[in-house]
């Protein structure tokens, strides 16, 4: 009965970690995807300022023409 009781017992536990392992795992999912969206809204930034910067050059050339 005790090693029925043991076995029990290490099985909750088993749980529990395996519980605890997916909670963090959702986190830091959650984490990266925050991130990910960060990163692709600076890239975004980027891309404007890059083609805004090109924009003015363009037009000062042609001042300077």
Do not use: P, T, W
Request: charged fraction near 35%; avoid cysteine; charge should be negative.
């Amino acid at each position: 009965m005790l090693n029925l009781s043991e076995n029990i017992k290490s099985i909750q536990e088993s749980q529990q970690k395996v519980h605890d392992s997916l909670v963090i795992m959702k986190y830091l999912n959650e984490r990266k995807q925050e991130n990910l969206d960060r990163m692709n809204e600076i890239i975004q930034r980027m891309l404007e300022l890059d083609e805004e910067r090109k924009r003015l050059i363009g037009g000062a050339e042609n001042d300077n023409l």
